[in-house]
């Protein structure tokens, strides 16, 4: 072996880590929001967790990944420590598929068919089909699979490169003499934990002890612990990801290693401790790479098997070893982790921005209440809800420009704009309602009240927009258009009510019935009424928006109040009749 095969052993892990990136970042968009459907089910059932955990890794191809999500989804409080461990444990038993895949490496027959199992023969074709998806289609679904189809091409070539680098090694006596320290189990289990911890790989640590094996050079005695070793270093890549995060999401990293470390360490017991009495006659034979495969999965299902009725003890000894100390446990409303997985990411950001309406329509419906009911409670109420939004929207607006700035769907594309929006048009609401609730307390402070012809006009205004704003939360909540399509007319309804409530207000000035004091409180919580139903239109239009990917809300407005269809025409007369002022 010379210096050109090292260049080449180099190149081939090139290959694999990129094809695999590649791989993992096209299946994650091709998986979308079913992956927030699949967590949304979680469930305290430790069988649903692992299969979750293995349908999860299986679909981005890498445990490492799915570790630094959960870490990322803990740490924001979406998810609850206890939930993470069947996952951990499924997402060990997924990383497996990656060491089967590979093993087709090692096919040797005759037969056309099977010879086209080999990665040297199929991967070239693989990569042309995926070539001519990229190339030919402008579906972005279908270039996301020909990105996979290219991906995997580049991951096995990757694989091939490094067989035919270390191929030479079966010739060379210091690899041989070498190759003797690692009889030594726990040197074994070092080599193949640092040897992964540095490539932040098990994936690709175990695809070159499959090249390795590929020369007869390996025996049983020396993959067995190497390979128990790879999952332990495979913990580096979680480690690394919960610096700077709260004493739960380290814990998911603790127990990840607590996983692997105590598996490693029952399963070699076990092992030698039966070489020991029965004498394995197989243990220093040569290993193949499907062999390897097979180790390596009848690890962690072995150690999944044995340590899943003790999950509540991994979760004791994670708190054991990182103790609360008696310090408040504070969640980060997103962390920055999710921006790895941008499906699961944009999901999180839809609902905090659903989060952010219930509370906008809150806070409104609160000051609503109080302007003929007033109380200090309600006005700290609403202050502290508003301030909640303030800060809400500030770091839900800097989450989402980072999330545009990486590779999206064009659906979850539309979705972060919208939600750029939204969050902006809920966070003014709930600056009307203290607006309002400030027009309540100067009026309680300087003893001024409305008229009961006033009053009753503005209860009638008031019920407009809780409706509106009930609305407009539903609509945005459940994504319906059918329901946004009803704001738009009774926004109109509404600035109907606010000039009708107005030219009254005239007419009572006029007649000595109301004084001028009363008209600035009127004016300016009318004018704050109508800039809440123009918030719930704009939300209302982005709804629509999404659903036609072309539709600019200024054209979309212009023609629906042009043309008045006939849903629009029914819809604004059934709200006229409902809300009407008294002579």
């Given at each position: 072996m010379n210096i050109f095969s090292i260049c080449t052993l180099c190149g081939g892990l090139a290959f694999f880590l990129f094809g695999m990136h590649v791989m993992s970042q096209s299946l994650e968009k091709i998986a979308g929001g079913k992956l927030e459907a699949t967590l949304k089910k979680m469930t305290s059932n430790p069988f649903k967790s692992l299969a979750l955990g293995a349908g999860?890794?299986?679909?981005?191809?890498?445990?490492?990944?799915?570790?630094?999500?959960?870490?990322?989804?803990?740490?924001?409080?979406?998810?609850?420590?206890?939930?993470?461990?069947?996952?951990?444990?499924?997402?060990?038993?997924?990383?497996?598929?990656?060491?089967?895949?590979?093993?087709?490496?090692?096919?040797?027959?005759?037969?056309?068919?099977?010879?086209?199992?080999?990665?040297?023969?199929?991967?070239?074709?693989?990569?042309?089909?995926?070539?001519?998806?990229?190339?030919?289609?402008?579906?972005?679904?279908?270039?996301?699979?020909?990105?996979?189809?290219?991906?995997?091409?580049?991951?096995?070539?990757?694989?091939?490169?490094?067989?035919?680098?270390?191929?030479?090694?079966?010739?060379?006596?210091?690899?041989?003499?070498?190759?003797?320290?690692?009889?030594?189990?726990?040197?074994?289990?070092?080599?193949?934990?640092?040897?992964?911890?540095?490539?932040?790989?098990?994936?690709?640590?175990?695809?070159?002890?499959?090249?390795?094996?590929?020369?007869?050079?390996?025996?049983?005695?020396?993959?067995?612990?190497?390979?128990?070793?790879?999952?332990?270093?495979?913990?580096?890549?979680?480690?690394?990801?919960?610096?700077?995060?709260?004493?739960?999401?380290?814990?998911?990293?603790?127990?990840?290693?607590?996983?692997?470390?105590?598996?490693?360490?029952?399963?070699?017991?076990?092992?030698?401790?039966?070489?020991?009495?029965?004498?394995?006659?197989?243990?220093?034979?040569?290993?193949?790479?499907?062999?390897?495969?097979?180790?390596?999965?009848?690890?962690?299902?072995?150690?999944?098997?044995?340590?899943?009725?003790?999950?509540?003890?991994?979760?004791?000894?994670?708190?054991?070893?990182?103790?609360?100390?008696?310090?408040?446990?504070?969640?980060?409303?997103?962390?920055?982790?999710?921006?790895?997985?941008?499906p699961l990411a944009v999901s999180q950001c839809k609902e905090k921005t659903i989060e952010m309406a219930i509370d906008a329509k809150e806070a409104l419906q609160e000051t609503l209440k109080a302007m003929f009911d007033y109380t200090d409670k309600a006005v700290r109420s609403v202050e502290e809800k508003e301030q909640k939004l303030d800060d809400m929207e500030d770091k839900l607006s800097t989450f989402l420009l980072e999330l545009s700035t990486v590779s999206l769907t064009d659906s979850d594309s539309r979705i972060v704009t919208e939600l750029l929006h939204s969050i902006s048009d809920f966070e003014r609401i709930s600056d009307h309602a203290i607006n309002m609730i400030e027009i309540a307390q100067e009026m309680e402070r300087n003893d001024q009240s409305f008229s009961d012809n006033a009053r009753s006009d503005f209860s009638t205004l008031f019920a407009a927009l809780t409706e509106i704003s009930d609305l407009t939360v539903r609509a945005f909540s459940e994504s319906s258009i059918d329901t946004a399509l009803n704001v738009e007319p009774l926004e109109e309804v509404i600035d109907g009510l606010t000039a009708a409530i107005r030219d009254k207000h005239i007419a009572r000035l006029r007649s000595g019935e109301c004084s001028p004091e009363l008209g600035v409180y009127l004016s300016d919580l009318l004018i704050n009424c109508e800039r809440v139903s123009d918030h719930c239109s704009n939300v209302a239009v982005s709804i629509i928006q999404i659903s036609k990917a072309n539709l600019n809300s200024h054209v979309y407005l212009n023609e629906l109040k042009a043309q008045r269809s006939e849903q629009f025409i029914e819809a604004f007369n059934s709200f006229n009749q409902k809300y009407r002022l008294s002579a």
């Open positions: 999860i890794t299986i679909a981005v191809q890498s445990s490492s990944a799915m570790t630094v999500m959960l870490v990322g989804l803990v740490n924001s409080g979406i998810m609850q420590l206890e939930q993470t461990v069947g996952v951990i444990m499924g997402s060990n038993i997924g990383t497996t598929l990656t060491a089967w895949l590979l093993s087709t490496a090692g096919i040797k027959s005759d037969n056309i068919f099977i010879s086209m199992l080999k990665p040297e023969n199929f991967a070239p074709i693989v990569a042309l089909i995926g070539i001519i998806m990229l190339m030919m289609s402008k579906n972005k679904k279908k270039q996301d699979i020909g990105t996979i189809l290219v991906g995997f091409a580049v991951l096995m070539y990757g694989m091939e490169l490094m067989k035919n680098a270390v191929s030479p090694l079966a010739e060379m006596e210091g690899f041989s003499k070498l190759l003797t320290a690692f009889k030594n189990p726990l040197l074994s289990v070092a080599f193949g934990a640092l040897f992964t911890g540095i490539i932040q790989s098990s994936a690709a640590s175990v695809g070159i002890l499959q090249a390795l094996a590929l020369t007869g050079t390996i025996s049983y005695r020396m993959a067995i612990p190497i390979i128990m070793g790879q999952n332990i270093g495979t913990c580096v890549t979680a480690l690394l990801s919960s610096i700077g995060v709260n004493k739960n999401a380290k814990r998911v990293t603790v127990v990840h290693m607590s996983f692997n470390i105590i598996g490693t360490i029952v399963c070699l017991t076990a092992f030698y401790g039966l070489d020991a009495l029965i004498h394995f006659s197989f243990v220093d034979k040569h290993i193949g790479a499907v062999e390897i495969a097979a180790v390596h999965s009848i690890f962690n299902i072995v150690t999944t098997l044995i340590l899943l009725p003790f999950s509540g003890q991994l979760v004791s000894l994670a708190k054991k070893l990182i103790p609360d100390h008696g310090t408040v446990q504070e969640n980060v409303l997103l962390d920055n982790r999710l921006i790895s997985t941008p």
